[in-house]
């Protein structure tokens, strides 16, 4: 692309990132796919590991600093050495930062501006984080109130923190109209995309349904996603038990989480598989257009990539009015209920399969093909979103530049 013509290096910095999938890596993925092959920029991944460690391969760098386990996700990390983290951007000098979460790190990629006044900074916002986090995990120890009141802060906070920023985007309608109301200026919406090769009808597969036991005239439910409560897969699973028992159903949870194996253990003697993480892309397409339904309870989805694979293989979707989920999912491809309700999605699941002669399959896949594309994402990524952090960048008076908090020293354990 035309504004990629000059050589810079890009650097996305973030701890929402699990080497098991997960929408973040698969996005950062399919980035790093495009500047190689639209560019000759140079990308850098900073991001915890199990290890301080520098990966490097031709034009792209991984610098994973050694952070522990997140506590109830063992596929995430906390990244909190902000000073490792500082000195990783000190070492390869990058052109502009993209922060894809909001705490800590956002800081130390202002601080590294604050040296470094060039550099463009861009934030993304992948999380719903006063909503997520703040008031759901307050509001059973404080109560109601005061954890609107905390969520309330909480949007303060990003509000005080993304008007440092030369860029900011975010990937639902909800989070624009939000953040605009609270008086950032800066901020568009960038929805993210599907690769339709890939995941498309014709990996249907008759032998994969014959190892999972399915007829070709009863119906496969297929859920993709870490199995923990903050997915709400315990509805998902409540919801399949109430099918009628002689269609034959089944069902396939993709993924890990801290759930698994209590849910495996409920589900002993059911037409329920729990294959774990599925790493190769091809696979989970397989499984996908193996599958008739695909089924989410899940709340506060910010985008829901997995249900745009789901609807570009050709599966209706049945999950919950809430989140992304409310833009995902138009009423002519599937169904949204109550969240919670695990007797609503059932009964959402059935209407589904009693109407599988219209024609939402082709409807499914040709509203991803129209709406959704990583080439659309990337275009207007590097064609309008970091040119304007640039030009922003270059125009900002350095007295202008909000002073941010001084990182503390690292303390040294052990």
């Given at each position: 692309m035309k504004r990629l013509s000059k050589v810079r290096t890009f650097c996305d910095l973030t701890q929402s990132y699990s080497a098991k999938g997960g929408c973040?890596?698969?996005?950062?993925?399919?980035?790093?796919?495009?500047?190689?092959?639209?560019?000759?920029?140079?990308?850098?991944?900073?991001?915890?590991?199990?290890?301080?460690?520098?990966?490097?391969?031709?034009r792209l760098t991984t610098i994973e600093i050694r952070s522990p386990h997140m506590p109830g996700s063992p596929n995430y990390r906390?990244?909190?050495?902000?000073?490792?983290?500082?000195?990783?951007?000190?070492?390869?000098?990058?052109?502009?930062?993209?922060?894809?979460?909001?705490?800590?790190?956002?800081?130390?990629?202002?601080?590294?501006?604050?040296?470094?006044?060039?550099?463009?900074?861009?934030?993304?916002?992948?999380?719903?984080?006063?909503a997520v986090y703040i008031e759901k995990y307050t509001r059973p120890v404080f109560g109601r109130?005061?954890?609107?009141?905390?969520?309330?802060?909480?949007?303060?906070?990003?509000?005080?923190?993304?008007?440092?920023?030369?860029?900011?985007?975010?990937?639902?309608?909800?989070?624009?109209?939000?953040?605009?109301a609270l008086g950032v200026s800066n901020i568009q919406k960038l929805p993210l995309g599907v690769d339709t090769e890939q995941f498309h009808p014709n990996k249907r597969s008759a032998s994969l349904r014959a190892e999972l036991g399915m007829r070709e005239d009863a119906p496969l439910l297929i859920y993709a996603g870490r199995i923990d409560h903050e997915k709400k897969t315990r509805v998902v699973v409540d919801a399949f038990k109430k099918l009628p028992t002689n269609w034959g159903a089944g069902?396939?949870?993709?993924?890990?989480?801290n759930e698994r194996e209590p849910i495996i253990r409920e589900c002993e003697g059911l037409n329920v598989h729990f294959p774990g993480f599925i790493e190769e892309r091809e696979t989970l397409a397989r499984y996908l257009a193996s599958s008739d339904i695909y089924v989410s309870a899940m709340e506060d989805e910010t985008f829901g990539i997995?249900?745009?694979e789901a609807q570009s293989t050709g599966l209706p979707i049945v999950g919950v009015r809430a989140g992304a989920?409310?833009?995902?999912?138009?009423?002519?491809?599937?169904?949204?209920?109550?969240?919670?309700?695990?007797?609503?999605?059932?009964?959402?699941?059935?209407?589904?399969?009693?109407?599988?002669?219209?024609?939402?399959?082709?409807?499914?896949?040709?509203?991803?093909?129209?709406?959704?594309?990583?080439?659309?994402?990337?275009?207007?990524?590097?064609?309008?979103?970091?040119?304007?952090?640039?030009?922003?960048?270059?125009?900002?008076?350095?007295?202008?530049?909000?002073?941010?908090?001084?990182i503390a020293p690292e303390r040294r354990t052990g």
């Open positions: 973040i890596r698969t996005y950062l993925t399919e980035k790093r796919n495009y500047i190689l092959s639209h560019s000759d920029a140079r990308h850098v991944l900073i991001v915890p590991g199990a290890s301080d460690k520098i990966i490097q391969e031709g906390l990244l909190l050495r902000s000073r490792a983290a500082l000195q990783a951007l000190r070492s390869v000098q990058p052109d502009c930062i993209e922060c894809l979460d909001a705490y800590n790190l956002p800081w130390v990629a202002i601080s590294y501006r604050r040296k470094h006044p060039e550099t463009a900074l861009i934030a993304g916002y992948r999380t719903d984080f006063p109130g005061v954890a609107r009141g905390l969520k309330k802060l909480g949007y303060k906070y990003g509000t005080n923190l993304y008007r440092r920023f030369d860029a900011f985007y975010a990937l639902n309608e909800f989070a624009v109209e939000k953040f605009s069902l396939v949870m993709l993924g890990d989480g997995s249900i745009l989920m409310v833009e995902r999912v138009p009423s002519h491809l599937g169904r949204l209920g109550t969240p919670g309700d695990a007797h609503e999605m059932a009964g959402h699941i059935s209407a589904i399969w009693m109407d599988r002669l219209s024609p939402v399959r082709i409807q499914a896949r040709q509203h991803v093909l129209d709406n959704y594309s990583w080439q659309g994402t990337f275009d207007h990524l590097f064609d309008e979103i970091y040119p304007a952090a640039f030009m922003r960048r270059a125009t900002q008076k350095l007295d202008e530049i909000i002073p941010s908090p001084e």
